[in-house]
């Protein structure tokens, strides 16, 4: 069908005409392209399978400290950003959180269960931690890492894991931290799995 364009144009003028939208040019008229959908709203399929999903979707299926605001550098305390990127992998029944290779300052502590620690998780299921190339350098003293309670199925790999423990001789100067403890009053935790995960100036690796 033909369309009746506007007679005697001016540059960059506008028409629309059944939906489609055309911009004068200065020698014709130049159809415009539709405005796309949210790229993360876009359902795609992936390649050799059949069911079409949201890329926003898509990328959740990994939980990544960074989309939560964790800083790799070092710079800034990064326990709030790590505990928001737990609480929504426990929210949706687990998966996988990602620590991409980096340096995480973990400073600020909470009281739970009259323990001092940075990421207390309580009944969480099927999540795996993982960190190859991660360093979670904690500045705290006398504080868990990763304090869990009636936790199940929860697996840490590949992290390095750096305290301030010191000491002169048989006197301890600073206790560090301990890197995890494991408790059970809400409920029993079980196969807790720690593997490929290295230490160094830290009080305690594990206690339960």
Not at 112 to 134: K, L, M, Q, R, S
Not at 141 to 167: K, M, Q, W
Request: aromatic letters at 12%.
């Amino acid at each position: 069908m033909a369309i009746n364009f506007p007679g005697s144009p001016t540059l960059n003028q506008v028409f629309i005409d059944s939906g489609k939208t055309w911009k004068w040019d200065g020698s014709s008229w130049v159809a415009l392209r539709s405005p796309l959908t949210s790229p993360e709203n876009t359902p795609v399929i992936a390649t050799g399978s059949t069911t079409a999903r949201t890329l926003a979707n898509r990328f959740a299926d990994v939980v990544n400290v960074l989309d939560f605001g964790a800083d790799p550098t070092g710079v800034t305390d990064s326990v709030q950003s790590i505990r928001n990127a737990i609480n929504f992998a426990k929210a949706k029944g687990g998966g996988v959180i990602l620590f991409p290779a980096g340096t995480y300052k973990v400073t600020e502590t909470s009281l739970y269960n009259g323990f001092t620690c940075h990421f207390p998780i309580e009944n969480a299921n099927f999540i795996d931690f993982v960190g190859y190339g991660a360093v979670l350098n904690s500045t705290a003293s006398s504080a868990s890492l990763f304090y869990l309670n009636g936790c199940r199925r929860i697996n840490f790999e590949g992290f390095d894991i750096v305290g301030t423990f010191s000491r002169t001789g048989s006197v301890v100067n600073t206790y560090s931290i301990s890197c995890f403890d494991l408790n059970s009053t809400t409920r029993d935790s079980e196969q807790i799995s720690i593997k490929n995960c290295r230490t160094q100036y830290t009080y305690v690796f594990i206690r339960v």
